[in-house]
C-alpha cells in the first residue's frame, strides 16, 4: 500500500515549489509591467493623461461608494421592529437623541391626549410642528399612550435615517419588507400605486398602528394617502409642510411655553455629571426666563444649554450677558464669540435643514427690525425678486418666518433673538454691514421718492380717496412706518459707530421721513429724528447736518405756536450753516419773527433768504416771496405785497402746486381789499376756494375763508349773510386744536358779520372769545381790535 503524498516516507509536496517559482516569474512580470507603464507615461501619455486616469480612478471608487450607500436605504433598518414581550411588534422608547433625554416632554399632556384622541377615530393623523420642536417625541408618546388599542401590531420607520430623507419608493419598500408585501418595481407612479393598494389588503381587517417619523415632504407619504382600511391607524409626525393633506387631521405642536421651556432646562441640567455643584435651582431663577426666550424656546436648544451650564458650573448670569451682548450689539461691531452663543447655533437642527441660499436669506432678515416687504428683502440680500420668492416660500413652510399685511415677511419673534446669533455665527462683519447698507439704501431711495409726493397732496388724504400704493406715498409711509423709524431710531449710541457706507443714506432716510412726519402732524417723532440726528458726532463734524436739524427742529416749534423757541435753534441753523444752505433757514427765522411781530427784522431775513436762493430753486423762490408778500401785508407795504404774491402765485402756477398758489390768492385777498380794489378781491377770494376744493389742506382753507368773509364785509355789507357762512366754516375747520391766532381773527370778524346781521348778544359773545384767545396766543393786535369793538358806542348800542 503506497503513501499518500505528504506522508512521512512519500514524495514531498509539490505547492512550495510552485508558490516560489510563481514569486519568481510573478516578480519578473511585474518589474517588465512597471517599466512599460513608467515609459508609456512618460513617452506617449503624458502628465496630462496620466492625471486624467488617476481622476477617472477616483470617480468611479465615488460613485460606488455613493451608489452603496443608496441601496443601504432601500433595506429596513435593524430596529424598524421591536418585538414586544407578547410577541406583538411595538414602539421604540421615546428618543432624546444627542443630548440625555429629561423624560417625558412638560407641557405636552394635552397635545399627546389631543393626538391620541385623534387615533381612536381617524384613519391617519399628522402631528406638525417646526424641526427639532418635539414631533417625535409628542408622537411616539401618543402612539405609546394607546399602544392597547392595536394588538395586532405597532411599526415604527424613520423617514430621514442619517439624515438624509427618503423617497417615496423607499419608504413603501421599506414597509413592504416589514410587512412581508410586494416593494415597488420602480419609482413611477403606477408602480407606487400597486405596492400601496399590496399594503392595504395586508392591513385590512387588522388593528394595526404604523407611526412614520420625520416625514419632510408630502410626496414621501402621499401613495399611501387617503388611508381606505377601517382599523389600521396611520400616524405622521413632520414638519409644517405636512398641511392640507387629503384624509389627514392635524395637530399642530408649538413652541413650548417659558415656564415649560425652564422645566426642560432645569431637566437636563440635573441628568448633567456636576449637577450636584449647581448652586441655583434654573426653576426659581429670573435669568433663566430670559435664557430661554433668547433660545426661542426651542426645545433642543434649551435642553443642550441647560445641560452645559450645569456640566461646567455656568452662572445664569454670565450665560445671560454673553448671549445677550451677542443678539444687541450692533451689527457692524465686533465681539468676542460666546461658547453658549456657539452652542446654540450648532444646536438648531432645523436651521441646518434649509438650504444654503435660505439660511442666508434668514439671517440677512434679522438685520430689519421691522416687517419687510418682498423689494425690500431682494435690495438686503442682493437677489433677483424671484429667487426671493422661493427662498421665502422655503423660509415660510419651515415655520421661520411668518406673513404679514402688505405682502410683507418678518422672523417669527420667538425666533428673533436666535436669528441674530445665526447672523452674527454665519456672516462676518463685512457683509453684515453691506447688506445694512443695501438696506438703508433702499429704504432711503424710496423714502425720497414718496416724500417728493407729499407736496401735491397736501395734508394726509382720506382712505377714501387711496391710490395704489406705489402712487400714494401716505400709503406708503403708513405701511413702512414701523421700518423706517425702527432704522432712523437706532439706540442709543449705535449711531455713533454706524459705518461710513451706512451713515450717508442713514442721513437721507432720515430727512425724507421728517418730511413726511411734518406732512403728517406726527410732531413727537418728528422732533425725536431730529434729535437722533444730532447725538451723531457727524452733526458735530459736519454743520450742515446739525443746521438741518435745526432748521427742522425750528419748523417743528413753528408748528407748536412757539415762535420764541422757533427763532432760538433757527438762530442756530443760519450761524451753522452756509451761505447757499442758510436760505431755507433764514426764511423759517423770518417766518418766526413774523409771527413774534418783529416785521424789520423777518423782512431782513426774508429778503437775505432770496437773495440766497439758487436760480433754479423756483419752489424754494416762490415760498420766499409768499412769506415776503405776508411781510410786506403785515406792514402795510400794499404795493411791495401784491408785487411779492403775485409772483409767487405765478410760480406756484407753473409748478403746478395748487396748494401754494391756494395761500398766495388767499394773501391777495387781503392786498386788493386793503387796496380798495374789491373787485379784484373778490375774483382771488373765489379762486383760492376753488383751489383749495381740490387740495385737502383744511388749515389753508380755513385761512382762505377767513379773508374771503373778511373782503366780502368790507366790500359789501350787504352780502353779510355770505360772510358770516364763511365765517362759520373758517372757524369749523380751526376748532378741535390748539387756540391760535386765526381762530381769534375769525371770531372777531364773525361778531362783525352777526353785528351786520342786527344780532349784537351773539356778536358781544365772539367778540369776548376773540378777545380771550388773541390774548392767550399773544397777538396784541387781535385784542386790542377785540376790546376796541366791546367798548365802542356803536357796537353797544
Known amino acids: ?47 496630462a493623461s496620466l492625471a486624467l486616469v488617476v481622476s477617472g480612478a477616483l470617480g468611479w471608487v465615488v460613485f460606488d461608494v455613493r451608489r452603496r450607500r443608496a441601496g443601504r436605504l432601500d433595506r429596513p433598518e435593524s430596529g424598524d421592529v421591536v418585538p414586544a414581550p407578547t410577541g406583538a411588534p411595538t414602539l421604540p422608547p421615546e428618543r432624546m437623541s444627542g443630548w440625555p433625554s429629561p ?73 413592504a419588507r416589514i410587512l412581508g408585501t410586494p416593494a415597488p418595481t420602480s419609482g413611477r407612479a403606477q408602480a407606487l400605486a400597486e405596492a400601496a393598494d399590496a399594503l392595504r389588503r395586508h392591513l385590512d381587517g387588522k388593528r394595526i398602528l404604523v407611526v412614520l417619523d420625520n416625514v419632510d415632504r408630502p410626496d414621501q407619504v402621499r401613495p399611501l394617502l387617503p388611508p381606505t382600511t377601517r382599523t389600521c391607524r396611520l400616524l405622521l409626525a413632520g414638519g409644517p409642510a405636512l398641511v392640507g393633506l387629503q384624509g389627514v387631521a392635524e395637530r399642530w405642536i408649538n413652541e413650548p411655553d417659558v415656564d415649560d421651556a425652564v422645566e426642560i432646562f432645569a431637566a437636563a441640567g440635573a441628568a448633567a455629571p456636576a449637577a450636584r455643584n449647581r448652586r441655583v435651582d434654573p426653576r426659581t431663577d429670573p435669568l433663566v426666563r430670559e435664557i430661554v426666550e433668547i433660545c426661542g424656546r426651542q426645545p433642543r436648544a434649551v435642553r443642550a444649554l441647560g445641560y452645559r451650564t450645569a456640566q461646567h458650573s455656568w452662572r445664569h448670569a454670565d450665560v445671560l450677558d454673553a448671549l445677550q451682548r451677542s443678539v444687541r450689539t450692533p451689527p457692524h461691531q465686533r465681539i468676542a464669540p460666546a461658547p453658549a452663543a456657539r452652542l446654540l447655533t450648532e444646536a438648531d437642527a432645523a436651521y441646518r435643514a434649509l438650504s444654503a441660499e435660505a439660511r442666508r436669506l434668514y439671517r440677512l432678515m434679522s438685520l430689519s427690525p421691522a416687517p419687510v416687504d418682498r423689494a425690500t428683502i431682494a435690495a438686503l440680500a442682493a437677489r433677483r425678486p424671484e429667487q426671493v420668492s422661493a427662498l421665502l416660500d422655503e423660509l415660510t413652510a419651515t415655520a421661520f418666518v411668518r406673513g404679514r399685511n402688505g405682502d410683507r415677511y418678518e422672523i417669527r419673534p420667538p425666533l428673533a433673538d436666535y436669528a441674530r446669533l445665526h447672523l452674527r455665527a454665519g456672516e462676518p462683519i463685512r457683509r453684515r454691514v453691506a447688506a445694512q447698507a443695501r438696506l438703508t439704501r433702499h429704504l432711503a431711495k424710496h ?87 444730532l447725538a451723531t458726532p457727524t452733526a458735530d463734524d459736519r454743520p450742515e447736518v446739525s443746521g438741518w436739524a435745526h432748521n427742522e427742529l425750528g419748523a417743528l416749534h413753528r408748528r407748536r405756536h412757539d415762535p420764541h423757541g422757533a427763532v432760538a435753534v433757527l438762530h442756530l441753523a443760519v450761524t451753522e450753516r452756509g451761505r447757499r444752505a442758510t436760505a431755507q433757514a433764514r426764511m423759517n427765522l423770518g417766518i418766526a419773527l413774523l409771527d413774534l411781530g418783529q416785521l424789520d427784522d423777518a423782512v431782513d431775513h426774508l429778503t437775505r433768504s432770496r437773495r440766497h436762493r439758487s436760480g433754479t430753486d423756483r419752489a424754494g423762490l416762490a415760498l420766499t416771496d409768499l412769506a415776503l408778500g405776508a411781510a410786506r401785508l403785515a406792514r402795510g407795504e400794499w404795493d411791495g405785497a401784491h408785487h411779492h404774491l403775485v409772483r409767487a402765485a405765478n410760480t406756484f402756477s407753473a409748478l403746478g402746486d395748487a396748494r401754494g398758489y391756494a395761500a398766495a390768492l388767499t394773501n391777495l385777498v387781503l392786498v386788493h381789499a386793503g387796496l380798495g380794489e374789491h373787485l379784484d378781491a373778490a375774483q382771488a377770494w373765489r379762486a383760492a376756494l376753488r383751489e383749495y376744493d381740490s387740495v385737502n389742506d383744511p388749515t389753508g382753507r380755513a385761512a382762505a375763508l377767513l379773508n374771503a368773509g373778511a373782503a366780502l364785509l368790507a366790500a359789501a355789507p350787504g352780502q353779510a349773510r355770505q360772510a358770516y357762512d364763511w365765517l362759520a366754516e373758517s372757524r369749523r375747520l380751526r376748532e378741535g386744536g390748539r387756540p391760535t391766532a386765526g381762530l381769534g381773527r375769525t371770531l372777531l370778524y364773525l361778531g362783525d358779520a352777526a353785528a351786520a346781521l342786527d344780532d349784537p348778544d351773539e356778536a358781544r359773545r365772539h367778540w369776548v372769545d376773540a378777545a380771550g384767545i388773541c390774548e392767550a396766543v399773544g397777538d396784541t393786535a387781535g385784542q386790542t381790535a377785540a376790546d376796541a369793538r366791546l367798548t365802542s358806542p356803536v357796537h353797544e348800542s
Open 1 to 47: 500500500m503506497t503513501t499518500p503524498p505528504g506522508r512521512e516516507g512519500g514524495r514531498p509536496p509539490r505547492w512550495p515549489f510552485l508558490v516560489a517559482v510563481s514569486t519568481v516569474v510573478g516578480g519578473v512580470i511585474v518589474n517588465l509591467a512597471s517599466n512599460l507603464l513608467s515609459e508609456l507615461a512618460a513617452g506617449i501619455l503624458g502628465p
Open 103 to 175: 423624560g417625558r416632554m412638560p407641557g405636552w399632556d394635552a397635545a399627546v391626549r389631543d393626538v391620541a384622541d385623534l387615533l381612536g377615530r381617524e384613519q391617519a393623523v399628522a402631528v406638525r410642528g417646526r424641526r427639532a420642536v418635539g414631533t417625535s417625541a409628542c408622537a411616539i408618546q401618543a402612539a405609546n399612550r394607546c399602544r392597547g388599542d392595536f394588538p395586532d401590531g405597532q411599526y415604527y420607520l424613520d423617514l430621514r435615517p442619517g439624515g438624509r430623507p427618503r423617497s417615496a419608493r423607499q419608504v413603501l419598500t421599506a414597509l
Open 447 to 533: 423714502a425720497e421718492r414718496h416724500a417728493a409726493g407729499l407736496a401735491a397732496l397736501g395734508s394726509p388724504p382720506d382712505r377714501e380717496w387711496a391710490l395704489p400704493l406705489d402712487e400714494d406715498p401716505y400709503g406708503w409711509f403708513d405701511l413702512h412706518q414701523e421700518l423706517l423709524l425702527a432704522v432712523v431710531r437706532v439706540p442709543a449710541g449705535a449711531a455713533e459707530t454706524l459705518p461710513r457706507r451706512v451713515r450717508r443714506w442713514w442721513f437721507r432716510l432720515a430727512v425724507a421721513l421728517c418730511g413726511w412726519l411734518a406732512h403728517a402732524e406726527r410732531l413727537d417723532e418728528w422732533e425725536q429724528v431730529c434729535r437722533t440726528v
